[in-house]
């Protein structure tokens, strides 16, 4: 059984509360030992040791919000080549959203997407299921029959369910199912018009807005629906600060609510727009500058309990429209840490608390192995250096589709190395 030692690094692991000088050690498929103590102790003989210098070794990401276009839109993204992007991002599990064609609705879906990623991903994959059968919003899905099937929870991925009666059952069902829903929440018939943030920026651009309020009517509904089943509810991305003191107030009156926030929504904003560019056209629509750092408010003092990429693959046909008539979306696998990391250098979060986000909640949250270098875990980690300057290029981009928000951006912070269950599926 092969061993690796990754010694004089940086362990960050919110999970243990750790960030601090240490050593780690794999062996085999699971982490041995990691900790400060760890380098006192001497290492295992004939393991193979690398000198980090410093380098950080993180708990591997864990993104709670993945649209791939396997089955029906392979063009777009197959399980295969996202697991490539995952894998170059410090992504070593993502949970897959249903948008599928055909919708994953169904027990022989879900067994299709995990004997596709047993066959062909670098990483972890895991199916959400449906909520709803062909994510019509009517009739509910076989939320037992999917659980047992491998399901990790249920979502109407880019979809808001209009009924608050189809919406209570849900919640209800899925809590005697041990399941979380988590639930995009855009009215309908404000998105079906609206394209970018509505205010001046949009009236200037000639563009038709999108208020901040048809995200917190539908999340309103579902907090007061999650008080009163007893649900578990997760808010898949909010946007606003609006949202933002919904989720907060419900969570203090003890609902079982958490909330995420897309990559995008925490650095962007509106005026990004400025030029047309639909890499920028996206749901929900980048804010103003005041919802952006109200959203990192929330990431900080907890109320946004996860960040997700929202990795949504458009291709040129899609994307090279007008504005108005653009599909929204953006991928962001690639780009995920190191454009949360710009948090982190900015002085705005914690590191540890940044991690916890990426990593050690949405791990705990969906019930799934990672997000921790306790011993015994999963060998899923990140080899970072949080401090190495590198430009987004479209040339460097592992995922099929190229309509990142990042394009030309410098970050700060590269991952070396990715490891899956013990084994490197990805070196810088």
Known sequence: MSITVFDNARIVDPSQGLDTLGALIVEGATIRASGP?????????????????????????????????????????????????????????IIMMPDTIPVIDDVALVEFVLRTARETALVNVFPAAALTKGLAGRELSEFGLLRDAGAVGLTEGRKTIASPVIMRRALTYARDMGLVVAHATQEPEFTATGVMNEGLLASWLGLPGLPREAEAIPL????MLAALTKGRYHAAEISTSMSAAAVRRSKDEGAAVTAGVSINNLCLNENDVGEYRTFFRLLPPLRAEEDRLAMVEALKDGTVDIIVSSHDPQDVDTKRLPFA????????LETLLAAALRLHHSGDVPLLRLVDALSTAPAQLFGLPGGTLRTGAPADLILVDLDAPWIVREADIQSLSKNTSFEGARMQGRVLQTMVAGRTVFSA
């Open 220 to 223: 309103s509904r579902d907090l």
């Open 37 to 93: 103590a760890v380098r006192n102790q001497g290492f295992p003989e004939g393991a193979k040791v690398v000198d980090c210098a410093g380098k950080a070794v993180l708990p591997g990401l864990v993104d709670a919000r993945v649209f791939i276009g396997e089955p029906g839109a392979e063009h777009r993204e197959t399980i295969a080549s996202a697991s490539c992007a995952a894998a170059a991002g410090g992504v070593t599990s």
């Open 325 to 332: 008539e653009a599909a929204a979306g953006a991928i962001g």
